[in-house]
C-alpha cells in the first residue's frame, strides 16, 4: 500500500470510498511450512479467496488485496474490536483449513480518514513481524497490545537491547547450555502464567513443587528476588528481548 496519499486516495474515492469514514487495516503474512516462497504468491491468490468467502456477510464494509506475500484486509465503518473479532475468528478457521501454511496476523489502530490508511498498514505490518519474531499469533494481534515490543522495535541501537538482556538473563542462558537444563524455558512458562506457581505447574505438567524448587534454582543463578518488582521488571523486559534478538 503506497505511504503518498495521492496514490491511492483519489483512486478509492472514485469507487466510493469517503474520505471521513472509519478505517482498519489488517494483514495476514503467509508462510510456507517448507519455506518454499516460490508457492506463496499462488497461496496469497487462494487465502484471498477463502478470506472474500468467509467475509461475505459482511461484503459492504471491506476489501481485500494481495500484497506480495501478505493479503490486506481493509475494513471501514467497523470497530477495533469487531475487527479483532473477525480477524480471530478467521484465524482459528484458516488454521483448520490451511495447515501446511504459518500465518502471522496484525491488526492496525483505527484511523478516521482515507488519508491515513497508510498508517494503518505500516502499523498492521508491524505488529505482524513481531508475531513473526515471536512465533506467536493467538493473542497479540492489536497495535496498541504491541506498546513495548514496538519501542524495542524502533530502537536504532540494538547492541544496547543485547547487552541488556544479557546482563539480566544471560547467565541462566549459559548456565542451561553447560548443565543442559531448561530454566529459560520455566521463567518464560512462569511468566506466561502470570508469575503463580500453580498455573505454571499446570501447563507444563510438573508438579508445584518442581516449580517452586526450579523457580528457587533461577533467583540463586541470577541473584535476584522475582518477588521485588524491579527484578521481575527486569526480567520480564528481557524474555521480551529474546524474541527480538
Known amino acids: 500500500m503506497p505511504t503518498h496519499e495521492e496514490l491511492y486516495v483519489q483512486q478509492l474515492e472514485r469507487v466510493g470510498f469517503k474520505c471521513g469514514w472509519d478505517y482498519v487495516v489488517a494483514i495476514i503474512e503467509l508462510e510456507d511450512d517448507e519455506h518454499n516462497t516460490n508457492n506463496i504468491p499462488t497461496y ?27 493479503v490486506a484486509i481493509v475494513f471501514y465503518n467497523k470497530t477495533d474490536l469487531e475487527v479483532e473479532k473477525i480477524m480471530k475468528e478467521l484465524y482459528i478457521s484458516m488454521n483448520k483449513d490451511f495447515r501446511n501454511l504459518k500465518l502471522f496476523i496484525g491488526i492496525g489502530k483505527c484511523v478516521n480518514n482515507l488519508k491515513l490508511l497508510y498508517k494503518g498498514y505500516e502499523e498492521a505490518k508491524n505488529v505482524a513481524k513481531i508475531n513473526r519474531l515471536i512465533s506467536n499469533n493467538k493473542v497479540h494481534i492489536r497495535y496498541s497490545e504491541m506498546a513495548i515490543y514496538r519501542l524495542l522495535l524502533e530502537m536504532e541501537n540494538k547492541e544496547i537491547i543485547k547487552e541488556f538482556h544479557d546482563q539480566t538473563i544471560g547467565d541462566l542462558v549459559v548456565y542451561d547450555k553447560v548443565n543442559n537444563t531448561d530454566y529459560v524455558e520455566m521463567l518464560e512458562s512462569y511468566f506466561e502464567n502470570n508469575c503463580k506457581i500453580n498455573e505454571t505447574a499446570k501447563s507444563l505438567y510438573l508438579h508445584r513443587n518442581t516449580v517452586n524448587y526450579k523457580i528457587s534454582k533461577i533467583e540463586e543463578i541470577l541473584d535476584i528476588n522475582l518477588d521485588d518488582i524491579g527484578d521481575k521488571s527486569k526480567i520480564y523486559l528481557s524474555l521480551m528481548i529474546r524474541y527480538l534478538l
Open 44 to 70: 496469497a491468490e487462494m487465502v484471498k479467496s477463502y478470506i472474500e468467502k468467509k467475509l461475505s456477510y459482511i461484503r459492504n464494509n471491506y476489501f481485500a488485496v494481495n500484497i506480495g506475500k501478505s
